[in-house]
């Protein structure tokens, strides 16, 4: 991984066609939200798909946290469809055969020149791109375990969420006194808590 991605980081705002050849932005993806990215080597690897039919569930969860996952592959269109549709998945999945995110990473899986994929990682980001923490997936069990991404989205919605905690006698004078915008989703103009699939 570049030396420059490093927890605080802000990461780069690739824009990517998904897995229905919309181009998108993952800064739009994120919206104000906690994201997981999720960096792999694409529908033909069984330890990339044994994770992503794991993130099936935790996707659910996710959603009714207002958190965003994303994964990358260099798949093309077609592949990248068929991987998301093979594994039941429900989020974008973004397709890059030119490998832009691979190179401009430095993370060119060397040891599998057939395929020439990115070394698999996870990404935990704050709201803003922001790095907060970097999983190694190379071997399997370097990558996150779902226990270790809801701690991830529990520790960075506390953050990030003014209202975390509702019983603090300020939040309750703030609601009263009727100041929705500390409350989610009342102040969030962005509608970044619609699932954006």
Known sequence: ????????????????????????????????????????????????????????????????GYCQLVTITTDSILETNEYRTGVGAHW???SDPRRVVQKDLDIIEYTDPVHNPMIPHVIALEPGLIVYKIYNGYWYFGRPTLEEL??????????????????????????????????????DKTGSHVTRA
């Not at 800064?27 to 992503?52: E, F, H, T, W």
């Not at 969420?161 to 989610?184: K, V």
């Open 150 to 187: 809801r701690q991830d989205m529990r520790a960075l919605t506390s953050k990030c969420r003014t209202d975390w905690d509702i019983t603090t006698p300020e939040l309750r004078s703030a609601w009263q006194s009727g100041h929705r915008s500390l409350f989610y989703p009342y102040g």
């Open 1 to 64: 991984m570049r030396s420059d991605i490093i927890p605080g980081s802000i990461f780069p705002n690739y824009e990517l066609s998904d897995h229905a050849a919309m181009r998108r932005m993952l800064s739009d993806l994120q919206g104000n939200d906690p994201m997981i990215l999720v960096l792999g080597r694409g529908g033909y690897c069984p330890k990339d798909r044994r994770q992503a039919e794991g993130l099936v569930q935790l996707h659910r969860e996710m959603e009714v």
């Open 92 to 94: 974008p999945f973004l």
